[in-house]
């Protein structure tokens, strides 16, 4: 599968943006999908992730109450709505698919991976 990561940008403290990640290639309903962030000089660190069924939505404890993820299967894209923003939410960000029905956070599990989209946060 093919993944292509869009929305991100340059926003204030306190704004918000969406993040989209359409997928092309295989049956969007067989992942699992996440989205991961990696500051500079940082680790590739979890986000959220959203079951093949789109229920069991999971968040990093740094953006809950925040972020939201969902996903749209007749669209085959996953998004990741992101609220109140800050500046340490600077960072890349990549969503991930996973072909397994096995819940996860960690990177490494994930097969495909999008291209990454930049977040900035000014304060």
């Known amino acids: 599968v093919q993944l292509q990561a869009s929305g991100g940008g340059l926003v204030q403290a306190g704004d918000s943006l969406r993040l989209s990640c359409t997928a092309s290639?295989?049956?969007?309903?067989?992942?699992?999908m996440a989205w991961f962030r990696q500051a500079p000089g940082k680790e590739r660190d979890f986000v959220s992730l959203i079951s093949r069924s789109g229920g069991t939505p999971s968040y990093a404890d740094s953006v809950k109450g925040r972020f939201t993820i969902s996903r749209d299967s007749a669209n085959n894209t996953v998004y990741l709505q992101m609220n109140s923003l800050r500046p340490e939410d600077t960072a890349v960000y990549y969503c991930?698919?996973?072909?397994?029905?096995?819940?996860?956070?960690?990177?490494?599990?994930?097969?495909?991976w999008g291209q990454g989209t930049l977040v900035t946060v000014s304060s």
């Open positions: 991930a698919a996973r072909t397994s029905t096995v819940i996860t956070t960690r990177p490494f599990m994930y097969n495909y």
């Open positions: 290639g295989r049956t969007f309903s067989w992942y699992i």
